[in-house]
């Protein structure tokens, strides 16, 4: 029986050794959000939910995270679509472009965006003639949000697009559709589930961005910074049930849009 056991073990060494060490990872996610979450009582996160400020910073952050992921696919899937599809003289260091402000810490890509975006700058003025501001405002939370979270989606719409098959868009064409149909009506179908993720993804980005709203728009508060701030002025024990009602909000969409995503492919 022993015997067995062993030549059972030796034949897995490498799925249990695998199993043991993603065991580790596992729990090194699962155990922090475990223990904030269980840290509150459900009465004191019932009451610091009721809280208008705490109400509002979590719904700003919301709408500006989606804001963003909007202008994302209006902008980003055509560029995705584009770097699928072509290749060209300089289009690795697109790529390595794209993905810069994934590694830049965000305070110095908040810095760059008010380089550019503040009133004192050319963009900022122009922007400002038309009444768009934004330092200390909602323009500039989207475009914080934006600036950070947007390769997830570029990346992710890219490599669905590079999976979708180009003579079936050749045969489209054959058949008489144009550039524009066999987009809309063949690649982009066939690509969404990958689109779908990136922007999931984004969103989800949008939402933990701290660093670049901060320089731009500390106020008004967005979760994040409100959990900054209540920290830093009040202590851990009023911060603890702002951290905690965020990461259950987002666990909670993150993983129903996950399993939306998941049902769609299997259906």
């Not at 993720?197 to 994040?224: D, H, K, Q």
Request: charged share 15%; glycine share 8%.
């Amino acid at each position: 029986m022993i015997g067995q056991i062993w030549r059972w073990l030796a034949q897995r060494r490498l799925t249990i050794t695998f199993l043991l060490l993603g065991t580790i990872i596992l729990l090194f996610i699962f155990v922090p959000l475990t223990k904030t979450i269980f840290s509150s009582s459900p009465s004191l996160l019932w009451k610091t939910l009721l809280e208008g400020e705490v109400i509002s910073s979590i719904w700003l952050t919301l709408y500006t995270a989606l804001i963003a992921t909007v202008v994302g696919l209006v902008l980003g899937v055509p560029l995705a679509y584009f770097l699928a599809r072509h290749s060209f003289r300089g289009k690795r260091f697109v790529e390595a472009l794209i993905d810069v402000p994934i590694v830049v810490p965000h305070t110095a890509a908040g810095i760059a965006l008010l380089f550019v975006f503040g009133e004192n700058f050319a963009v900022g003025r122009a922007f400002h003639s038309i009444g768009i501001d934004f330092v200390l405002s909602v323009p500039g939370i989207v475009i914080a949000m934006l600036f950070v979270s947007v390769p997830f989606l570029i990346n992710s719409a890219k490599q669905g697009f590079e999976k979708v098959d180009e003579r079936l868009e050749k045969v489209a064409r054959t058949l008489g559709a144009s550039p524009w149909q066999t987009f809309f009506r063949v690649s982009l179908p066939l690509a969404k589930g990958s689109i779908f993720g990136g922007s999931v993804m984004m969103w989800a980005r949008g939402i933990s961005e701290f660093g670049a709203v901060l320089v731009l728009c500390s106020y008004p508060t967005i979760a994040p910074i409100l959990v900054y701030t209540r920290l830093e002025e009040y202590g851990l024990d009023y911060a603890l049930p702002v951290a905690t009602i965020l990461i259950i909000i987002c666990l909670v969409v993150f993983v129903g849009l996950r399993s939306f995503a998941y049902r769609r492919e299997k259906a």
